[in-house]
């Protein structure tokens, strides 16, 4: 199979559905930008010697809520789903790194080393991806779970870049206004 169709040159693409959309639709940038996060949690898996599991059963996710975000008609094709367990899993991992972790008192600077970098990087792609998503469903509904766990999936980004920061000795940045 050839990567390149040539289908495309003229700034449409197809999804799970009999129609083509623009480059530029909605649907279309939602799941790019989920796909844009999976990569940058790459970067992140290629940083980190811990949690290597857990942050490709994330990345597998992100597939399934690309999959979701690409499917025209609801029913219509059998895929996997994100579910409130998908959600669970996030909220367990955070509350675990949480009980580790100072309590914040102040507003916290997106720095420290790479891979503190790198899982900033990764929270500000997905709330943006959020955002697009949010966008999406208020004029075609997608899964709400899709919603909860990129709220929550930036959530954990950032526990995880204060919790690797406390085990490396890195000092966080507080702003200070």
């Given at each position: 199979?050839?990567i390149?169709?040539?289908k495309?040159?003229?700034?449409?693409t197809?999804?799970l559905?009999?129609?083509?959309?623009s480059k530029?639709?909605?649907r279309?940038c939602a799941i790019?930008?989920?796909d844009?996060?999976?990569?940058?949690?790459g970067?992140?898996?290629?940083?980190?010697?811990?949690?290597?599991?857990s942050l490709?059963?994330?990345?597998?996710?992100l597939?399934v809520?690309?999959?979701?975000?690409a499917?025209?008609?609801?029913?219509?094709y059998?895929?996997?789903?994100?579910?409130?367990?998908?959600?669970?899993f996030?909220?367990?991992w955070i509350?675990?790194?949480?009980t580790e972790?100072?309590?914040?008192?102040?507003f916290?600077l997106?720095?420290?080393?790479?891979?503190c970098?790198?899982?900033?990087?990764?929270?500000?792609?997905c709330?943006?991806?959020e955002r697009?998503?949010?966008a999406?469903h208020?004029?075609?509904?997608?899964?709400?779970?899709?919603?909860?766990?990129l709220?929550?999936l930036?959530d954990?980004?950032?526990v995880?870049?204060?919790y690797?920061?406390?085990?490396?000795?890195i000092?966080?940045?507080?702003w200070?206004?």
């Open positions: 199979m050839k390149y169709t040539k495309g040159d003229t700034g449409e197809s999804i559905g009999p129609h083509r959309y530029a639709d909605l279309i790019g930008e989920v844009e996060l999976n990569a940058h949690l970067l992140v898996q290629a940083q980190v010697h811990s949690f290597k599991e490709t059963k994330i990345q597998s996710d597939f809520i690309g999959s979701q975000l499917v025209e008609i609801a029913g219509k059998k895929i996997p789903e994100i579910s409130a367990q998908d959600v669970e996030l909220e367990l509350d675990q790194m949480e972790l100072p309590k914040m008192t102040h916290i997106p720095n420290g080393d790479m891979t970098s790198y899982l900033h990087i990764s929270r500000a792609v709330r943006r991806a697009t998503v949010i999406l208020t004029s075609i509904p997608q899964n709400e779970q899709i919603l909860k766990y709220n929550r930036s954990l980004l950032f995880w870049a204060r690797h920061c406390l085990k490396n000795g000092e966080e940045t507080k200070i206004p």
